[in-house]
């Protein structure tokens, strides 16, 4: 799981900066392909693969958020977060990504956020999805 901000959740662990978190993305995702497990045990490829899991919007800054898309490109991994749990945390995500992931001028909805920074597509599952409006379900 990736995340690298941690004013909002400060009793949380000490984040890293998204440098490092996407070093230890990038570090976990060739431990895992190479078939070494925490144990170093070899494990199946098959039965295995790794997962790049940005914990949820408001826990990531912008920079990380782009960092992992362009890593899942890159290695052709999976992506998985939350998305639209609960109205504030909607509310909340629309207030600090005002200007999208890239930096734009018009506030983006939920799912908007991971779609510009590159998360979103075939390979993609989120969680929740409660609290989606009718243009992020289409």
Not at 29 to 51: H, I
Not at 77 to 87: M, Q
Request: proline share 4%; glycine share 10%.
């Amino acid at each position: 799981m990736s995340m690298n901000r941690n004013d909002l959740f400060p009793t949380y662990v000490e984040s890293p900066s998204a440098a490092d978190a996407l070093r230890n993305a990038r570090e976990f995702v060739n431990a895992a392909s190479a078939g070494a497990g925490a144990t170093g045990r070899r494990r199946r490829r098959k039965l295995v693969s790794p997962v790049l899991a940005p914990r949820f919007a408001l826990a990531c800054d912008r920079e990380l958020m782009r960092g992992l898309a362009d890593l899942a490109a890159e290695k052709g991994l999976r992506v998985h977060s939350h998305l639209a749990e609960n109205e504030d945390e909607v509310r909340q995500v629309r207030k600090a990504f005002g200007g999208g992931v890239r930096g734009g001028a018009a506030p983006l909805s939920y799912a908007g956020v991971y779609d510009e920074a590159g998360l979103l597509g075939p390979r993609t599952a989120m969680a929740h999805c409660v609290h989606l409006d009718e243009a992020e379900i289409k």
